[in-house]
């Protein structure tokens, strides 16, 4: 059974809470965040009868409270919040009440999954959109590694591709003595995390990992999407258009995203992606771009004007195969620069039409990639912040709640930066307009009261002095 936020009501001998920063940025965000949608959508995860629960509101608050000051332990976060007087002024909590246990928060990511936390984020950015910052229709897309709670010296299992752990460990152990082969393309697999995937970032160490993938907005910076894949997958930019709160009609992202199908896949839906070409040549080869594509005879023409014919379909890899003659290729000047063999292959994907169709260049496509380094700022943020440098737990639906939670708190921070920030021009017209005024009144522009000596001022009737609008002083929030 759901349960309801009871009011407050704190002893006489209770102590005020500090005027500080942490305090103030949660006095913001708690009159700017509205948390009855996400109650709404959790309701259906409640029994209407027995004991009632933690308020959803007071739960939905502690978590982010843990990813706002980069908590990443819930027995440390519950320790804070019994401790701060700030943590439990924005939890609703009275001075001597009891706080939960650590074990609820567990409890509570497994009842309400993944895509409720994914929903939360996308009903933050409408309301950031109603708070005044404008959502364009362009996202940047990019992933960051996010180390797993598994090493290479845990309990490792060689995991055959395209099969499930279980049943290939029921199969293994069937017999008396365990069967655990070793081949060159199986996986590596950790028993600890089986979710997680060995993978290596240019010349660092291999260590089990995730990727966290954020859909960003250039123009306002907000993470309109957020999701985590075990491996980096050109098909996560797809996902990101089906799930964003917005319309998207352009999307920028860089090379590794560059995949024939999911491409496909996002001019279907109405999206220009601006991909750099992947470079899939490989060494001492002419590179693919170099041969030119007719599709009225469905053949390539490679530099020397020597014709490549179709001879072979591949459907479980989506791909027509294309030769030269060996005869051609015999004759060649630039055999030695394009081929080792007796003759030269191109490979052409089944969506290789919407590669072609992606936009490679262009002032567009320059202001785009240019844009797209907000991406490697907000995970900039997050890793430093908001702990998504190291997984909190263990399997696939933890990490994405927990991107998805990082996601909401930068947006936070935003929004009230954003309401926060002053308005010089806005301030500026408010003087003038008050000049103004003074000025066509029937009294006249405002003059310093005769009775004013030795800077203590006697009324005066007949004056009237203009209250002019403050103007803040422009500073770097500290958060």
């Known amino acids: 059974m759901r349960g309801k936020v009871k009011p407050v009501q704190e002893p006489l001998w209770a102590p005020a809470v500090p005027d500080t920063g942490k305090h103030r940025l949660l006095q913001r965000i708690a009159q700017?965040?509205?948390?009855?949608?996400?109650?709404?959508?959790?309701?259906?995860?409640?029994?209407?009868i027995g004991r009632p629960s933690i308020p959803v509101e007071q739960m939905l608050q502690a978590m982010l409270l843990g990813y706002l000051f980069g908590i990443c332990s819930d027995r440390r976060l519950v320790e804070e919040c019994a401790d701060s007087l700030a943590f439990r002024s924005f939890l609703g909590l009275s001075f001597d009440e009891k706080m939960f246990t650590h074990a609820s928060f567990t409890h509570w990511r497994q009842?309400?999954?993944?895509?409720f936390f994914r929903y939360c984020l996308h009903d933050l950015v409408r309301q950031c959109e109603a708070h005044g910052m404008r959502l364009g229709r362009a996202r940047a897309v990019d992933a960051t590694t996010i180390k797993g709670q598994?090493?290479?010296?845990?309990?490792?299992v060689s995991l055959p591709r395209e099969q499930d752990l279980e049943d290939y460990l029921q199969e293994a152990f069937a017999a008396d003595e365990p069967a655990l082969p070793v081949a060159d393309?199986?996986?590596?697999?950790?028993?600890?995390?089986?979710?997680?995937?060995?993978?290596?970032?240019g010349s660092e160490p291999a260590e089990f990992a995730?990727?966290?993938?954020?859909?960003?907005d250039p123009e306002s910076g907000l993470i309109a999407d957020a999701t985590a894949t075990p491996t980096e997958q050109p098909a996560t930019m797809v996902d990101h258009v089906d799930h964003d709160p917005g319309v998207v009609r352009e999307l920028v992202a860089d090379s590794r995203y560059d995949d024939g199908l999911s491409l496909e896949q996002l001019q279907e839906r109405g999206v220009t992606p601006y991909v750099p070409r992947a470079q899939r040549g490989r060494a001492g080869q002419l590179s693919k771009d170099q041969f030119t594509y007719d599709a009225a005879q469905d053949c390539y023409f490679c530099p020397q004007g020597c014709r490549l014919a179709r001879f072979n379909t591949d459907l479980q890899a989506r791909r027509h195969r294309y030769a030269a003659r060996p005869s051609d290729c015999a004759a060649c000047p630039r055999k030695g620069d394009?081929?080792?063999?007796?003759?030269?292959?191109v490979d052409r994907h089944l969506a290789e039409a919407a590669r072609e169709q992606t936009v490679r260049a262009g002032p567009r496509y320059r202001v785009?990639?240019?844009r797209r380094r907000t991406a490697e700022h907000l995970f900039m943020l997050g890793k430093r912040d908001h702990g998504l440098g190291r997984a909190r737990g263990l399997g696939l639906a933890t990490v994405q709640i927990q991107v998805a939670l990082t996601a909401v708190s930068i947006n936070l921070k935003k929004l009230v930066r954003f309401l926060g920030a002053p308005r010089p021009l806005a301030a500026a017209a408010q003087v003038l307009l008050a000049l103004l005024s003074a000025f066509l009144?029937?009294?006249?522009?405002?003059?310093r009261p005769l009775g004013a000596v030795g800077g203590v001022s006697r009324p005066v009737a007949h004056r009237t002095l203009i209250a002019l609008p403050h103007i803040p002083r422009q500073r770097t929030a500290p958060f």
Not at 32 to 48: C, I, M, N, P, Q
Not at 338 to 345: E, H, L, N, Q, V
Not at 441 to 447: E, M, T, V
């Open 210 to 216: 995730y990727q966290g993938s954020f859909s960003v």
């Open 441 to 447: 009144s029937p009294g006249g522009p405002p003059r």
């Open 368 to 370: 785009l990639q240019r």
């Open 338 to 345: 394009c081929t080792k063999g007796r003759r030269r292959y």
């Open 150 to 156: 598994a090493s290479l010296d845990g309990p490792l």
């Open 185 to 201: 393309d199986n996986i590596p697999i950790n028993l600890h995390d089986p979710e997680a995937r060995l993978q290596r970032k």
């Open 32 to 48: 700017l965040l509205d948390l009855s949608e996400a109650v709404r959508v959790a309701e259906g995860r409640f029994s209407a």
């Open 111 to 115: 009842r309400l999954g993944p895509e």
